[in-house]
C-alpha cells in the first residue's frame, strides 16, 4: 500500500493542469485561479483518508474548485455592492453639502457626519452621544442587534473617508465633537 503523500503527489501531477484550465475559464486573474487551485488541494489533502479510488479524483476536484469559485464569485459580488452603497458620497452628493469653512476640527466633524446616512448617523450618535447598547438601539429603533453592529461598522468606515486618523480618533473615543450634535 502506497503512503498518502505519494498518493497525494501522483495526484497533483496528473490533474493540476486540468484542473487549472478548468479554474482558469471561470476567474479572471491568474492569481485568483492559482489560489483556488491551492486551496482544492489543500481540502483534497485534508480529505485524502476518506478518498477511496484515487484513479478518478477529477470530478472530486471539479467539485471543490466549482464551488470555491461560486464562494469567491459570491464575495466579489458583495464587494461590489458594498461599493455601490458608498458611491452615493460621490459626485453631486458630496459637492451639494457645504464644505467646512474655517477647517476646525469640530467643523470637519459635523461635515463628515452629515455625509453620513439619516439611519447610521443616528444610530452612530446614540451609541456615542447617548451611550446606549446595541441591544437598547435595536430594541429603541425596532431592529435586530446585528443591524445595529452593521450599521455603526459602516458609519465608522464612512466616517474613514473623509477624516484623518487623529479626527475619527477625536470623534469616537473622546466624543468631544459630539457635545451639540443635535443640531445636525
Given amino acids: ?14 490533474t493540476k493542469e486540468f484542473l487549472y484550465g478548468y479554474i482558469r475559464k471561470f476567474v479572471e486573474s491568474d492569481a485568483d485561479a492559482k489560489d483556488i487551485l491551492q486551496q482544492c488541494y489543500i481540502r483534497l489533502w485534508m480529505k485524502m483518508e476518506d478518498v477511496k479510488d484515487t484513479g478518478n479524483i477529477l470530478p472530486l476536484l471539479y ?5 470555491m469559485i461560486i464562494d469567491a464569485t ?11 452603497e458608498y458611491t452615493y458620497l460621490s459626485g453631486d452628493a458630496v459637492d451639494s ?17 452629515l455625509l453620513i446616512p439619516e439611519k447610521k448617523r443616528m444610530i452612530f450618535l446614540l451609541r456615542r452621544e ?9 430594541a429603541q429603533l425596532n431592529i435586530t442587534p446585528r443591524a445595529v453592529r452593521k450599521h455603526l461598522e459602516e458609519a465608522v468606515l464612512l466616517l474613514r473617508m473623509h477624516l484623518s486618523s487623529a479626527e475619527l480618533f477625536t470623534l469616537i473615543v473622546l466624543g468631544a465633537a459630539v457635545q451639540d450634535i443635535s443640531t445636525l
Fill in 63 to 67: 467539485t471543490y474548485s466549482r464551488n
Fill in 97 to 113: 453639502l457645504p464644505a467646512p469653512e474655517d477647517g476646525t476640527a469640530w467643523e470637519k466633524l459635523k461635515h463628515a457626519l
Fill in 1 to 14: 500500500m502506497q503512503r498518502p503523500e505519494s498518493d497525494f503527489e501522483a495526484i497533483f501531477r496528473e
Fill in 130 to 138: 447617548k451611550g446606549l447598547s446595541t441591544s437598547e438601539i435595536a
Fill in 74 to 84: 459570491r464575495k466579489r459580488a458583495a464587494e461590489k455592492k458594498k461599493m455601490r
